[in-house]
């Protein structure tokens, strides 16, 4: 870590064979880091608290984490661009802490892959309860994802590398993405709601006027575009993966 670092770290008691997640906190305020603290260890998991997008960085660098809280205005960067740098690199849910609570501001967090954007001022024990929940629905999609490789139309899809390949050719989905079409692949032919596949690839209910949904459904439709599956929109229904059909040759 670098000089005159203002990091502190906490462990809560730990359970007997049981290993805690871990939670980083990017928040400049020493009240909010305070009560951060406290909700933190309510949800059962220990925590990293940063001061700035700067001593984030170093953290990042050097420790795993299950779960980010990330304030919008840092003292030197704006949280998004440090969301974007986070994503690229884990898997982790992160949410946004901010109180700049316009509704383009949250879907470009959306947008930009958090899981969740929370305006100040929250609710203690309804942050804590949104924390603990993600733990567990992270978790679980991590162990489901960790053996599974995929194989369709002559594609391959490994949840684990993030990454797809067919012919010659591969991406890297970024991992909302992997979520979600690692969602569609367990249920290939079936068509899966907004609500199913918000719980999977975000830990949460989708409620009307969500879109998170449907914006990583168009963001994952154009990095699919070249492979040989498409996802169908079911009016009224939700989403469904299909091999692509060949236009047929002209008589």
């Known amino acids: 870590m670098g000089r005159g670092m203002t990091v502190r770290t906490h462990s809560a008691r730990p359970q007997s064979g049981a290993k805690r997640a871990t939670v980083l906190c990017i928040d400049d305020d020493p009240l909010v880091q305070l009560m951060l603290e406290d909700i933190v260890a309510g ?21 795993p984490f299950d779960l980010v809280l990330l304030d919008r205005r840092l003292p030197d960067s704006d949280g998004l661009l440090l969301l974007h740098a986070i994503k690229r690199e884990s898997d982790c ?6 109180t700049m609570d316009k509704s ?36 679980d999609t991590s162990n489901q994802a960790e053996h599974s490789i995929f194989e369709i139309a ?8 993030r990454r797809l390949d067919t012919d ?33 690839t975000c830990g949460r209910e989708w409620s ?11 963001r994952l439709r154009g990095r699919i575009r070249a492979f040989p ?23």
């Open 208 to 218: 009307p006027g969500d879109r998170t949904v449907d914006v990583l459904i168009n």
């Open 154 to 161: 002559g594609m391959t899809f490994d949840p684990r590398s």
């Open 229 to 251: 599956v498409t996802i169908v929109t079911v009016h009224r229904a939700g989403y469904l993966l299909v091999p692509q059909v060949e236009d047929a040759p002209k008589q």
């Open 104 to 139: 383009r501001d949250k879907l470009l967090g959306i947008g930009l892959g958090a899981t969740e954007y929370v305006t100040k001022p929250f609710n203690p024990l309804e942050l804590s309860s949104r924390i603990r929940q993600l733990l567990n629905a992270h978790s």
């Open 168 to 200: 010659g050719q591969h991406v890297i989905l970024a991992p909302a993405e992997t979520r979600l079409l690692h969602a569609l692949l367990l249920n290939e032919g079936q068509v899966q709601t907004r609500d199913q596949l918000s719980q999977f």
């Open 43 to 63: 949800a059962g998991a220990d925590f990293i608290i940063a001061g700035s997008a700067r001593e984030a960085e170093d953290v990042l660098a050097d420790t």
């Open 93 to 98: 849910p992160v949410i946004i802490l901010s």
